[in-house]
């Protein structure tokens, strides 16, 4: 059985950090990509960031290009969002995803398992 659990959600003030962790496990693949997306309040769910199976390739959504940061760990199980200069409209529940796709292409809603939401709320 597959899970990927996300934790790291919480509260910060405008202009903070927040890192993101998510880990995934029971794939049966070991090259899969993996994402987070987005969901606030009264909006459909949008895509973040993506990283490929190798952790050499990433795509971001232009709302957080240059203050978020997403990377494997060195457990290529787990990945890492770091995120920077956070404004209210970041505010959301944050979902990771999992790709059997080893290379999905930016703004890839193809995923194949979701996690759990972690909420951010950023105060102004």
């Known amino acids: 059985q597959v899970h990927v659990v996300a934790t790291g959600g919480g509260l910060v003030q405008a202009g903070g950090s927040l890192r993101l962790s998510c880990a995934a496990s029971g794939l049966t693949s070991s090259t899969y990509a993996m994402g987070w997306f987005r969901q606030a309040p009264g909006k459909e769910r949008e895509f973040v960031v993506v990283i490929n199976w190798s952790g050499d390739r990433t795509y971001y959504a232009d709302s957080v290009k240059g203050r978020f940061t997403m990377a494997r760990g060195n457990a290529k199980n787990t990945v890492y969002l770091q995120m920077n200069s956070l404004k209210p409209e970041d505010t959301a529940v944050y979902y990771c995803?999992?790709?059997?796709?080893?290379?999905?292409?930016?703004?890839?809603?193809?995923?194949?398992?979701w996690g759990e939401g972690t909420l951010v709320t950023v105060s102004s």
């Open positions: 995803a999992a790709y059997l796709d080893p290379e999905p292409g930016p703004g890839d809603y193809g995923v194949d398992y």
